[in-house]
């Protein structure tokens, strides 16, 4: 996971992020990895061949970590960067686990829109606050509590379920066109227990949502 704010675990610097890899489409030869961490991400790009991934993170340690990895780094805070004049714009865009991290990440999001090319894509990994295990805790224990990394992580600033990230997006002018999920993993008594209203309330199960979406 990424944050647009440092943070003392390595791990959540470095996930190699394969989810929101395969949500790049092949297409896309220039990519702008948005709070971009240790690079996780941009190491399984490079994998795939694409030597054209480009990244802003704001804590300068991660600079280290990025060289040879990323074909250029900025280090700057998401919310303040700007592309210096002239830059080719990117096929593809990727929030990995930062819009919820922003104090304006509707804002930003359309900002960054214009260093999309034509037709490019937006891909972001986005926490789910309508979630069974946080809503029970909150309506059953009184408990919100914040920890270092998950859907309670003390650095979001943000919560969205999954009709306010399609509002986030349609608002910014971008057609999803895919919503993928990472569940929440249940022993198979909970699986049994929750299966009814689990049927009813799919999203409740959802972790994190996984969002591909193209400009208009």
């Known amino acids: 996971?990424?944050?647009?704010?440092?943070?003392?675990?390595?791990?959540y610097f470095s996930g190699q992020r394969s989810e929101v890899a395969d949500l790049i489409p092949d297409s896309c030869a220039r990519v702008f990895d948005v709070g971009c961490g240790y690079g996780g991400l941009g190491r399984s790009l490079l994998v795939r061949g694409l030597k054209q991934v480009y990244g802003v993170e704001i804590n300068p340690d991660a600079s280290s970590h990025l060289k040879g990895v990323y074909a250029y780094h900025w280090i700057s805070d998401v919310e303040q960067f700007k592309l210096?004049?002239?830059?080719?714009?990117?096929?593809?865009i990727v929030f990995a686990d930062v819009l919820e991290h922003l104090n304006d990440p509707w804002g930003t999001l359309e900002r960054y829109l214009q260093w999309l090319?034509?037709?490019?894509?937006?891909?972001?990994?986005?926490?789910?606050v309508r979630n069974i295990a946080l809503l029970f805790n909150l309506i059953m224990r009184g408990w919100w509590r914040y920890e270092d990394s998950g859907l309670l992580d003390r650095t979001h600033l943000r919560f969205f379920t999954r009709r306010e990230i399609m509002d986030l997006f349609s608002t910014a002018g971008l057609q999803v066109e895919l919503v993928g999920e990472n569940r929440e993993s249940l022993s198979l008594f909970r699986r049994i227990i929750l299966a009814p209203l689990l049927f009813l309330v799919p999203d409740l199960g959802v972790c994190q949502y996984l969002i591909r979406a193209r400009s208009q």
Not at 2 to 11: F, I, R
Not at 84 to 92: I, K, W
Not at 118 to 127: K, R
């Open 117 to 128: 090319k034509p037709g490019g894509y937006v891909v972001a990994s986005i926490p789910n």
């Open 1 to 11: 996971m990424k944050a647009n704010l440092p943070h003392p675990v390595l791990e």
């Open 84 to 92: 210096p004049v002239g830059f080719e714009g990117f096929d593809c």
